[in-house]
């Protein structure tokens, strides 16, 4: 899997847009760029996911460059419980390997009142 | 019910004891996951059950044993576990493995100290 790049740390006001931004310049065309996050003390949460175009749910949005090289999860209107570890994971879309979800570091995101 | 649940919350256990970690999804899942979570640390992938048959053994000492009694259940057994291996144990299940873009649901995790 490719790996991915992001920042360590970013901060929020209560009540803005974040953008959490993701390089992952080896990605290969069968890989996804999936977000999950992980509130402290709790398991990972399935964010999004997308390929190569622009995704939206009613948690957030993922943005991706034309070139997939780097992707943003933005939160539209940002909480004190989105505080979280947000990681972005490259992985195959299907086949024998498409299980592994190899967490990086992530971003710690700290929504500020 | 997009829900896993893990038994206990948490354990505190002695390096001769053995102990076990539950895990039970209602999903109708056929691939479940063990995680093991250091502090400060990203979750590691430990085993991978598929239609209730171990598909993925990452290289985990034989000290942890996982077993699936049935589609629904998870369990993680431990024995003669040393101080190294206190962690935040992490289970997930998902749809069988090669689906296409299928996300894993993690249980809250269960919080384990090896004294």
């Known amino acids: 899997d490719a790996k991915t790049t992001q920042p360590p740390s970013m901060d929020c006001a209560e009540g803005r847009a974040a953008n959490l931004p993701c390089n992952h310049s080896?990605?290969?065309?069968?890989?996804?760029v999936y977000w999950y996050r992980q509130i402290h003390s709790q398991g990972p949460q399935y964010i999004i996911h997308?390929?190569?175009n622009n995704e939206t749910n009613e948690m957030a949005s993922l943005i991706i460059t034309e070139d997939r090289k780097s992707s943003t999860l933005i939160l539209p209107h940002a909480t004190l419980r989105d505080t979280a570890v947000y990681y972005c994971?490259?992985?195959?879309?299907?086949?024998?390997?498409?299980?592994?979800?190899?967490f990086g570091k992530g971003t710690l995101l700290t929504v500020n009142p | 019910d997009t829900e896993v649940t893990q038994t206990p919350k948490h354990l505190v256990m002695g390096m001769t004891n053995k102990k076990s970690l539950k895990c039970e999804q209602h999903m109708g899942h056929r691939a479940m996951y063990w995680y093991k979570q250091k502090a400060k640390k990203p979750p590691e992938l430990m085993f991978v059950?598929?239609?209730?048959?171990?598909?993925i053994n990452e290289s985990v000492p034989s000290r942890f044993s996982p077993e699936c009694p049935n589609s629904s259940l998870l369990n993680l057994h431990l024995h003669a576990l040393q101080p190294e291996d206190s962690a935040l144990y992490l289970c997930a299940s998902s749809q069988a493995l090669g689906t296409l873009n299928h996300e894993q649901y993690f249980g809250p995790g269960t919080r384990l100290t090896v004294t």
């Open positions: 080896t990605i290969s065309g069968n890989e996804y």
């Open positions: 997308g390929l190569k």
């Open positions: 994971i490259v992985r195959v879309a299907s086949g024998g390997s498409n299980y592994k979800l190899t």
């Open positions: 059950y598929s239609y209730e048959k171990l598909s």
